[in-house]
């Protein structure tokens, strides 16, 4: 047993109560402590999320059930949390059952999903949440044994004494509920984990399987009507007029209300996360009694718009960003030596530009929500990744207390960061304020693509200086829309490789909507860094691994504290990738990539093979190599890898949405592509064993896909992908024929 | 509105609904079956996919007035308990991360071996190139499929 490094007080997130139903009820805040004051409740229907964000109820019978805190957008937290809670109480997995801890609650939760933090963040409080728990049933057995706690073992829900005399969790309950909260529990040795680090299934599988309601869209009320919202067409147009008397007349449609003043009062004070600059116009809502009438309604709408905003194409676009590179204004992220004079005195100096289009999210469903407001009561309920912005927004927005938001989270059909943005939420809550009357505001596919809070499009310039054949210096520029990276992003490989090292960064203001996409500026940045470095390797006659490398020795040992990554661990996926993948050991016929990166706290490298079918290559295999630290869930961790490996792939391969005259040019699966299963490559993963405490996973293996399918291109083709989408460009996929030798 | 009389998961059912209505939303607004999901509404994803006369089809794209007396199975009837050996295999492997889109994989899936017991990888590959999994769990759809031929095999 090891002693837990934490600082603050169990006594300040973890309070007890006895149900009243019978049981042990635990509450806790995973990040913030408890109001002093404030106590579960001791009836399980009032669980209250406001202050406390998770639960744990111990039943008579030793049943354990999990309100499991966070949303659950695919990356399997509903199932990896509440197993770091029943390692440390000390339960058999199969005998807890797991609950979002939202529905039916009184208040909002004030968790979120989203920069793959959800375990990192939860590893020790989780776990001493569970500790505590157990410390507490064990002295409540010691008590009535007469004995000393510490003469107590526990396994598997049972308490163990020096006589050998049992008490299971159920029967010292009661006692437990009354008792102090202890101080100072000790924390499993890693090695002595028995859930931590065995397979556990996705917790929601059987409903899954069998076609449960379970999402937003699933989600129905009593005497609920559906909204379908027509939205301007293009990013820049406003509706002018509409005539709605075709819609009114359509089987089905109830109403048709047009929205607009609250959302655009709330753009216009910034609150919430409203980025949606369609929330410019107004809106024209078609009210009907099913989803098929509602958006049927919506296409007999006739509506006039006219420009507001200037309308964006993408070659115009691309122009901006292109004239950015090339301008002199920029914000310096980091700045370490003097770029200048190494550029002056390099014996070879490379620059390359790299490119990438705007993303749509695509979540398989699409954005809805329910909101019902009544005189008292705020209800939304659905599938948001930020409920507590939301509840804030609407609450804002109507001019209404927030503690009357009730807000229920519903599994949601994907997320990559979509629905990080309330947008929907707000609709669905200005339309249902009008209307008052109980509605689910659904998106059709069309109005998911193109009213999207889209992946922007980024173009990197990099440039490196060599002398003595050395890297002398490496300056990255970053040219984006609507906003620059941020944070710790600047730190990432290679600073810290380099003596003389520049991040400068500008952007330009769009009327088209921006946010966060799946690893957020590194999706896109890992591919330009990664191509770079295979480029400089030929460029200077060196082994593109072994450059990383001697770039990594540098940074060893460093005591720069802005560093992000560790050299070592780096070096060390490296190294393994290379092994697992038969690096530079595979017969005729099979072309090799390389691409490490770091991000979200993880660290990756990845070998895409590409082979020739039928003259065309084709990506066939990627290996995988993570260091995420522990891993809690292998089974859902390698659904994570593989998955963010294989969207990674596709989308560097397929995926582009382009503009013209503001409009998006795809609205839907017809034009617009996604990978599928016969352009799936084999994915094999192999995971670090260290006992170091457990980082991100939902992110972090998709931003290195694209360089390792890239530099594996060039080997096969002899051709440097430097912008996205690869497949917008067959004739660099054309690979040369052989000279013929003699 | 028309009135139809519709044979699902072996119940008749009777809706008042328009004739271009799509089966996908009489299933999910009039009868409750919420399991077949919306996806894209141009038949494109296959999330919608439902049994037609044992045929795998496009709920969303197949308007009620066209679909008759035909048997129409759901995910809700695939098996009254989840036991079809498509379901548990599905669970075996754990194929799910946001789980939205399995229902029409393991739709489509069940359809496609019925018709051919024993794939080949390749075979398979094909049979589910019309289902787009968003979260991309394509490595385990693949191998959930062949779990399931051996156990129907």
Redesign the interface.
Known sequence: MSTSSITFSRRSFIRTSSLASGGLLIGFNLFTACKPKVQPPVDISKLNFNDFNAFIKIADNGAVTIFSPNP?????VKTAMPMLIAEELDVAWNNVYVQQGILDTENYTRQLAGGSQSIRLGWEPLRQTGATARQMLVNAAAARWGVDPSECSTSEGVITNAKGETLGYGDVVKEAATMEVPEGVTLKDPKNFKIIGT?A??V???K????????G??Y?AEGMV?ASVLRPPAFGKVLESYDDTDAKAM??VLDVIKIGDKIKQLTKEGKGNWTVNMGQSDKVVVIAK????A??GKEAIKAKWVDGTPLESTQMQDKKLLDLLDGKEFKTMRKDGDIKKAFAQADNILERTYESPFLPH?????MNFFANITADKIHLVGPVQTPEFAATAVADMLGRDVEQVHLEMT??????GRRLYGDFVYEVAEIADAIKKPVKLVF??EDDMNAGTYRPAIKYRIKAAVKDGEVTAYQLKEAAVNGNMYGLIPNFFPAGCIENYQVDVAHYKSNITTGAWRAPYTNFLAFAEQSFFDELAETMGVDRIQLRLDLLQKAKGSTDERMQYSPERMEKVIKTAVEKSGWGKQPDGIYQGFAAYYCHNSHVAEVANVELENGVPVVKKVTCVVDCGIVVNP??AI??I??????GV?HAMYGELTFADGKPQSE???TYR?????E?P??ETHLIQNELAPTGLGEPTLPPAGAAVANALKAATGNRFTQQPFSKFPELMKVPAKPIIG | ?PKYNINVNGVSKSVD??E???LL?VL???L???????????A??G?CTVHIGGSAVRSCSLPIASVGDKAIT???GL?E??SHPV?QA??EV?V????????GQ?MTASAFLDKNPSPSSDE???A???????????????KAVEVAASKLG
């Not at chain 1, 593989?642 to 969207?647: A, C, F, K, L, Q």
């Open positions: 659950e957008i695919g990356q399997g397979d299934k996705n929601d599988i059987d899954i399987i069998t076609g449960k309601p379970l999402f869209l699933d129905k559906y089987p089905g099913s989803t098929w009438e958006l049927k695509n979540c398989m469903e699409p599994r949601m059909g994907g997320g990559f059709s596919r089974l859902g659904n994570q593989e998955g963010g490996v294989i969207d596709g839907n699966y017809d996604l990978i599928r299963m016969r799936v084999k994915v | 509105m609904v328009a271009d209505t799509p939303w999910r607004d009039h409750d079956l919420v399991g077949t999901k919306y996806g894209c509404g141009i494109q994803c999330a759901t995910i809700e098996s308990d989840g379901q599905w669970k754990d799910p991360q946001c789980g939205y889109c399995q229902a393991i398979i590959k094909t589910m190139h019309g289902n787009i999994c968003r979260c991309a769990a394509y490595t385990r759809i693949h």
